[in-house]
């Protein structure tokens, strides 16, 4: 596609629920990223892949926070049990090469709202 | 640890004037730095990096960055500002193989 994608754009939840965030890379991007954004702060790194490979998981904040990249192009992170410190813009980026320092391409973002 | 500050969190400038957007950085190795702009309702969308060589980047919309090792330094610049150019804007920086760690933030207001 033309860039990164991700659905839904909004999500509306209540507490306790598990919710499933998509991402569709750029055609042909290797490498693929979550951030978390809270209001007023720059992204934060969650978790990237190369191909279907998580290769870093250290920026999730806790177990109830997965991700799965199965063939390698879209992706689904997955918080379980959701709380209202969950709620946030969730942002998925792709690039290139596996190799940094490759620019990273950003979709337009997941607004999650936990009641 | 890698990191990065944005001292402003608002900068106002007339339209027509120069604007600057400050940035500094910590990092252990040699950094790879990065500035991002937002719109409203919109993602990240990139406008230029530093990775090696010149230390003057050019890059996206008029705007460029200046590359300064002993300042530890990536100031965005523009010439002559535009209304269209309010918008919020982040720098970002990565060394080896740490994950890319970005500033808060820095909103850009530029009045006719």
């Known amino acids: 596609g033309a860039g990164v994608s991700q659905s839904p754009r909004y999500k509306v939840t209540k507490r306790g629920q598990d919710v499933a965030l998509r991402c569709d890379p750029i055609?042909?991007?290797?490498?693929l990223y979550w951030y978390r954004q809270a209001l007023g702060q720059g992204p934060e790194f969650l978790t990237y892949f190369n191909y279907e490979a998580q290769q870093d998981k250290s920026g999730l904040p806790n177990d109830r926070f997965s991700a799965e990249r199965p063939e390698g192009s879209i992706s689904t992170l997955t918080i379980q049990r959701t709380e209202q410190r969950d709620s946030a813009m969730y942002r998925c980026?792709?690039?290139?090469?596996?190799?940094?320092?490759?620019?990273?391409?950003f979709g337009p973002g997941t607004r999650l709202t936990v009641l | 640890a890698q990191s990065v500050a944005q001292p402003e969190d608002q900068v106002n400038v007339a339209e027509g004037n120069p604007l600057t957007v400050k940035c500094t950085y910590s990092v252990s190795g040699n950094p790879y730095l990065f500035w991002y702009v937002q719109y409203p309702n919109r993602g990240l969308q990139f406008l230029l990096k530093?990775?090696?060589?010149?230390?003057l980047v050019k890059g996206s919309y008029g705007f460029e960055a200046e590359f300064n090792k002993s300042q530890t330094s990536f100031h965005l610049k523009k010439p002559s500002a535009l209304v269209s150019d309010s918008a919020l804007y982040f720098c970002?920086?990565?060394?080896?193989?740490?994950?890319?760690?970005f500033g808060k933030g820095t909103r850009l207001s530029v009045i006719a």
């Open positions: 980026a792709s690039s290139r090469a596996s190799g940094i320092p490759d620019t990273q391409y």
């Open positions: 055609s042909g991007h290797v490498s």
């Open positions: 970002a920086v990565y060394s080896g193989n740490t994950p890319l760690v």
């Open positions: 530093y990775i090696t060589g010149d230390n």
